[in-house]
């Protein structure tokens, strides 16, 4: 069993930066893909970051690529996703999940956290 949990959401005006952190406890967690999502109100939850089992590969959707990075270190069993150059576009809970290697479905996930709420002012 996989259980996970994400810390370090706030209110961050827009330009600014933001590191949210998922911590699994389950011994599993290296064998593991894990990906970021966010949902905002009255939308879907989309696909924002994967990185691999190892961190060797990552993946980024095209609304934060070049501002965001993600992370992990298997020794702590955290994933981090390092957010700057923030737009309140990018206002949402964010989830982190663990999955296969570099999927970017949201079906494809079969653990999720709790989210944490990423709030950007104008």
């Known amino acids: 069993q996989l259980q996970l949990v994400e810390s370090g959401g706030a209110l961050v005006q827009a330009g600014g930066s933001l590191r949210v952190s998922c911590t699994g406890s389950?011994?599993?967690?290296?064998?593991?893909?894990m990906g970021w999502f966010r949902q905002a109100p009255g939308k879907e939850r989309e696909f924002v970051s994967v990185?691999?089992?190892?961190?060797?590969?990552?993946d980024y959707a095209d609304s934060v690529k070049g501002r965001f990075t993600i992370s992990r270190e298997n020794d702590k069993n955290t994933v981090y996703l390092q957010m700057n150059s923030l737009k309140p576009e990018d206002t949402a809970v964010y989830y982190c999940?663990?999955?296969?290697?570099?999927?970017?479905?949201?079906?494809?996930?079969?653990?999720w956290g709790q989210g944490t709420q990423v709030t950007v002012s104008s």
């Open positions: 999940a663990a999955g296969p290697q570099m999927a970017t479905m949201k079906e494809e996930y079969g653990y």
């Open positions: 990185i691999s089992r190892t961190g060797v590969m990552t």
């Open positions: 389950g011994r599993a967690f290296r064998t593991y893909g």
